[in-house]
């Protein structure tokens, strides 16, 4: 896998395929498609009225590092009053209309529909690969279904969240680090046997 690594360009995603010890997969990871994405912030002063209209619209937002899920969308709190929100098979210029009429003059909103790689991350080994090098308590004591976290990992800052107890993670990478993030993941995974796929989108 080294010399994988080293034939690769930098700027290219980890092909699709299977990673380490053979005859096993206990971390998968799959690029996920269709999904339009914009952040939504809060104006000054503005966070309690924004999360009271986006929660009058039947998305109950959160002004913490948790994902909420509601009316087909997906907001994960990434700082005091600011979301990362997802709306799987819409378009960018869609889910901005829709987050700007929910927000009117209480928040920004920016589509950053091209700007991650996002990752389904999940397997029966899952948690112990990304403890490596995540700096986050990924125990199911500390964190659980709905909690989510921005921060670096391996010196690529990402933004993610658990899903269900599978354990199954989520994860935003921007566009530019997901080539060093994914050969960590893979590296980190490999004892485990590590699946990857979908990286052939171009």
């Known amino acids: 896998m080294s010399d994988l690594f080293q034939s690769l360009s930098p700027a290219r995603l980890l092909p699709a395929g299977h990673y380490g010890v053979e005859g096993i997969t206990g971390v998968t990871a799959q690029v996920v498609t269709n999904l339009a994405a914009a952040t939504l912030v809060a104006r000054k002063g503005k966070t309690a009225a924004l ?47 829709r987050l700007e009429e929910l927000a ?3 928040g920004a909103v920016t589509d950053q529909s091209d700007a991650n790689l996002v990752l389904d991350i999940s397997g ?34 990402v933004t993610f969240w658990q899903r269900d107890n599978a354990p199954s993670y989520r994860f935003a990478v921007g566009n530019t680090f997901a080539p060093a993030f994914l050969r960590w993941l893979a590296a980190s995974a490999a004892e485990y046997g590590f699946a990857l796929s979908g990286t052939d989108r171009g």
Request: aromatic content about 4%; hydrophobic content about 45%; cysteine-free.
């Open 51 to 97: 999360i009271a209209a986006a929660t009058a619209s039947g998305l109950p937002l959160v002004d913490a590092p948790k994902a909420s899920f509601g009316a087909g969308l997906e907001a994960i709190g990434t700082g005091p009053g600011k979301w990362l929100v997802f709306s799987e098979g819409s378009t960018g210029a869609a889910l901005r209309r």
């Open 104 to 106: 009117t003059d209480l």
């Open 124 to 157: 029966p080994k899952a948690r112990e690969a990304l403890v490596k090098g995540v700096a986050v308590d990924l125990d199911p004591r500390a964190f659980m279904p709905g909690d989510a976290a921005t921060t670096p990992v391996s010196h690529v800052g």
